[in-house]
Each structure stands twice: as C-alpha cells, then as structure tokens.
C-alpha cells in the first residue's frame, strides 16, 4: 500500500555514512561499523520457564536480521513480564528469549546482564560487526519505567542510531521508549518494520479511506471503548457493535438484556455515541438475536434467543445467527474493516460461534482489514485466520490510542520533524 508516513524508516538512517560523534558514542572507534540500540517487543509467554508462544520474537526477526546484515553492532532491549524493579528476578530473565533468538537466526547471542556497569561501554566498543548482545529485562530497574533520564543516559552511551521496532509498548513513555530517543539526534532515528507496518495499517489506512468503512468492537465495557467508538462515528460508515457492551446499547434502546452484564453508568454515553452517529448517517448495527446462558459457565446449555430481547432468567454470552449473517454481509462488502473485541465468550467453544464468524467474513472480505490486536488477535489465531486477514496488529492498547487519534510517545520520537 502507498505510505504518507512521517515516521523515519531504516532504510533512511544513514549507516554508510556513519561517524561517531562523541557527545553521543565517546568510546566508538571510527574505523568500526555504527553501534545500533533496539527497542524491542520480546514480552513473550513463558511456562516454567519455556516460551509458550514466540509470535513476538518472530515478528522481530526482520529488523533484527536488516541491521545485523548491514553490518550493525546491534544492542537489543526489550522488557518481559511485570517484575518489581528492585533487581534481577529469575522468572522474568530474557535468557530463553536470547536462546531462541540465537536458534532462530543461527547466531550467537550475548546476554548482558550488568549494563549499568561502566564495563557496558567497553563491551559496545568490543563489539564486532553484525553482533547482538541483548541487554536483560529493563524492567529489572524501576529506573525504566519512571522515564528516568540519567538511566536513559547510561543505555545510549557508546551507541550511534536509535530504532523502535516495540509497537506494543510505543504507547508509554518509558525510560527506552522516549528518554534514550531523545539521546540521539532525529536523524539517528528510526521506526523498525513491525512499526512501520503498524502504522502504514492503522494510521495510513484511515487518512482518506474508501468506503464503506466498517469498524467492529465487542468485549466487555462501554468504558474501554469509548474514545474510540466517538472518534469512528467521524470515520466510520458502519460501527457494528457485539460482546457484552453491545447489552448496554440494547438496554439503552428499551429492550429487556435478562441477566446480561450493563454497565448503567454509562448509558448517556451510548446515548451521546448513538446521537452523533445519527448525526453524521453512521450506521450502528447491534445484535437481533442471542446466543444465552442460566449462568456464566462454560458448561453451561446454550439457549438460542430469536429477539433483541432477552428474557429475565438469561444472559446474553454471544450473537446469534442472524445477527451473524447480518455482520458478515457487512464485512465481507466493506473496503475498510479494523476490528478490536469479540463477540462473545469466544474462550468457550459453545460460545464461540459469533466472534469466529466475524474472523470469518474479514477473512472473506477483498478490501483492507485490520485485527487491532488484544483478544481479536488471539482469537483470530484460534480459529487459524491470521493469515487471511490483511493486518494482525501486535499491540492491543497502542493499536487502540492510535486508532482514536492519539500521538504515542514512542511514535513522536520516530518523527521526521518533531
């Protein structure tokens, strides 16, 4: 797809005509090729110990692979799990990441654990060209996540170009995020490929998109969702709206939700939502049918409801099938699609059948489509769609500020002009 973007690419940092400068790399040789500090996504699952899911290093590879072939002395960063930040923590180390880097891309990976320590700087300057040392978890300091900028100081010191390839944590404004970017000048600057896919997706696509552009939410709260909603009734020419917030919009309108999850706080927000919908002739599609339950149980019978309305006894755990074919048909002729949130307890096979035929019909749909990470993300995996969709976005809550037109912390340091 055709770019406008304003983020600066890899392929416009100038590596060939390197020179160290010592305000920023005092200990570099000149003779050597340009030391690289790359925020990375490596917050994977692990389960006693072994990686469960590798998506995100994988997703990595590219950038990684790009620099190291240029030649680059590569410092690798990236943050895993929630430690206390009061030191080192066993079960949060980047050691199996760094053994499956390693096994991935057939090369050794030096894990540095110590890179406060004034022997960081001689380890970059020894570095030798197209080498990886991964520094671990920067979590391990609460130092990262404060922003502080004497921490962000000691990480850049020695290293010539700053590349963000981290979608998924661009929308905080960590120490590694912001404070270690602003170290190095604009130019020495660059998004990575899996953010540049991000934003080519979810920000170029709705620059002037061509209709009809359908956007689909779900899960639980009006709440969680609610910037977003507002800022599609501008964009959007279809909002189709499922999962249990799609009840508090139901109950809104007069119809009887049962025992459905409603958050009655909150519906002068969905009035407010509904008002500027109407407002500007975005069409807001809600179920007309019911997949329900006695109880929230995954055990629990499936009871079909052929009405928007519920009975007092049930509550609504998914759509039903005419509000799936209903959906689909608007999926599948849009030209512009992004989904965030399922349709129901997708988690549970009885209840399931909703949200995968949302996955289904983008998998069917010719235009743009957009999974904005999150459950939708997950759940398109389960069902083995990924692949049929034309973007998996890997950052739930940064997909989702990006998307209501919020600047991300770690996209504003990226930008060609600040």
């Not at 416009?12 to 003779?31: I, V």
């Not at 973007?391 to 770690?410: F, N, Q, R």
Request: aromatic share 6%.
């Amino acid at each position: 797809m055709a770019s406008n973007l304003k983020i600066r690419t890899l392929e416009e940092l100038p590596l060939d005509a390197h020179k160290a400068d010592a305000a920023l790399a005092s200990t570099a040789s000149l003779a050597s090729r340009p030391a690289v500090f790359l925020r990375l996504d490596l917050n994977v699952p692990l389960k006693g110990g072994k990686i469960s899911d590798d998506t995100r290093i994988r997703a990595a590879l590219p950038t990684l692979r790009w620099l190291l072939d240029k030649g680059c002395r590569v410092v690798a960063c990236s943050h895993l799990g929630r430690p206390k930040g009061v030191g080192f923590e066993s079960e949060f180390s980047l050691a199996p990441v760094g053994e499956r880097i390693a096994e991935l891309i057939a090369k050794e990976v030096l894990l540095c654990p110590d890179y406060l320590e004034d022997g960081f700087q001689k380890i970059v300057a020894d570095m030798r060209e197209g080498q990886l040392v991964l520094l671990e978890n920067l979590r391990f300091h609460k130092e990262e996540q404060a922003g502080d900028r004497a921490f962000a100081e000691k990480l850049a010191c020695g290293l010539d170009f700053y590349v963000n390839d981290a979608f998924g944590t661009c929308h905080r404004a960590d120490a590694s995020m912001v404070a270690v970017a602003e170290r190095f000048p604009v130019t020495h600057r660059a998004a990575g490929f899996l953010v540049r896919r991000e934003m080519e997706f979810l920000e170029d696509s709705f620059r002037a998109p061509q209709a009809p552009v359908t956007a689909i939410f779900g899960g639980s709260k009006v709440s969680d969702k609610t910037p977003i909603l507002q800022k599609f009734t501008t964009l959007a020419n279809n909002i189709v709206v499922g999962g249990a917030m799609a009840y508090t919009f139901l109950k809104h309108m007069g119809h009887d939700v049962g025992t459905s999850r409603i958050e009655a706080d909150k519906l002068s927000t969905v009035a407010d939502i509904l008002k500027a919908a109407e407002a500007r002739r975005v069409r807001i599609l809600l179920p007309v049918d019911h997949i329900c339950a006695e109880s929230f149980d995954e055990n629990a019978m499936p009871i079909q409801v052929d009405s928007p309305n519920i009975p007092a006894n049930l509550m609504g755990l998914d759509i039903g099938p005419k509000t799936r074919r209903l959906y689909a048909e608007v999926i599948e002729n849009s030209k512009v699609v992004v989904w965030n949130g399922p349709m129901g307890v997708f988690e549970w096979p009885k209840f399931a059948e909703g949200t995968r035929a949302v996955a289904e019909a983008l998998a069917l749909c010719r235009g743009i489509t957009i999974v904005g990470g999150g459950d939708s993300a997950a759940a398109i995996a389960q069902f083995g769609l990924a692949e049929k969709v034309s973007h998996v976005s890997t950052g739930g809550g940064a997909s989702m500020e990006l998307l209501e037109g919020k600047e991300l912390p770690g996209i504003r340091m990226l930008r060609k002009t600040l």
